[in-house]
């Protein structure tokens, strides 16, 4: 298995508060990605890492920010939880951004907001 | 933008049967890669199989098959003789590097019922 560790593993925080979801990987990647999981809606991007310091945004990017410091954390925070972001979360790696270079998945995060 | 659409929301088969899951894709990209994922209840998402929009030919990997339609932006995956470890929600999914943003582009699944 790839060495990708997601926490927390679960969470539930009241709505208005900061959340941080953290994406620590061993594997020396690249490409860091993180991705939410809802029902009738399979998984979409919310942002991407292709370097350290380096982001940009995916699909569904409103209502997060990212950070990337070292290689092998990315960090995910709703500066403001809201019931919409309740969620389960998976990061991901890729060795490189070619199209053909397979992701690794993390063990995803389930986030309630209440 | 490129979307996936997975058409059936529930597939049920008889163990050892064979069952096939239907995806479409839309895109305007002439090189891409294709992907199914597998997510048991664990939620680990695994790589089941992958095709490269140039190769031809179906990619196979032992019980696992796709059917790779270019022109009519088909891609199915055919599970023969099907295990109870089969259960599982499976995601096709998209990606290309032509530009804009990169990551995968995922259908909203198909959940994959064995009956024994």
């Known amino acids: 298995d790839a060495g990708i560790t997601q926490s927390p593993r679960h969470k539930v925080t009241e709505t208005g508060t900061p959340v941080t979801l953290r994406c620590h990987q061993t594997?020396?990647?690249?490409?860091m990605y993180w991705y939410r999981q809802d029902p009738g809606h399979g998984l979409r991007l919310i942002h991407y890492?292709?370097?350290?310091?380096?982001?940009d945004k995916g699909e569904v990017s409103d209502g997060y920010s990212v950070s990337r410091s070292k290689t092998e954390d990315f960090l995910l925070t709703l500066e403001s939880a809201t019931s919409s972001q309740t969620s389960v979360y998976f990061c991901a790696i890729s060795k490189t951004g070619s199209m053909n270079t397979e992701a690794f998945f993390g063990q995803g995060t389930r986030l309630t907001v209440v | 933008a490129q979307t996936v659409t997975q058409s059936q929301p529930e597939m049920s088969v008889q163990e050892a049967e064979t069952v096939t899951l239907s995806c479409t894709y839309d895109?305007?990209?002439?090189?891409?890669?294709l992907f199914w994922y597998k997510q048991p209840p664990s939620r680990q998402m695994i790589l089941v199989i992958r095709?490269?929009?140039?190769?031809?030919q179906n990619a196979t990997e032992n019980r696992f098959s796709v059917n790779f339609q270019k022109a009519a932006k088909s891609f199915s995956l055919k599970i023969s003789d099907s295990q109870l470890g089969d259960a599982a929600m499976y995601f096709c999914a998209y990606r290309t590097t032509g530009g804009g943003a990169d990551g995968l582009t995922f259908g909203k699944g198909t959940h994959l019922i064995i009956q024994p």
């Open positions: 095709q490269e929009a140039y190769k031809q």
């Open positions: 594997e020396n990647h690249r490409y």
């Open positions: 890492s292709y370097g350290v310091k380096d982001t």
């Open positions: 895109t305007s990209e002439s090189d891409y890669y």
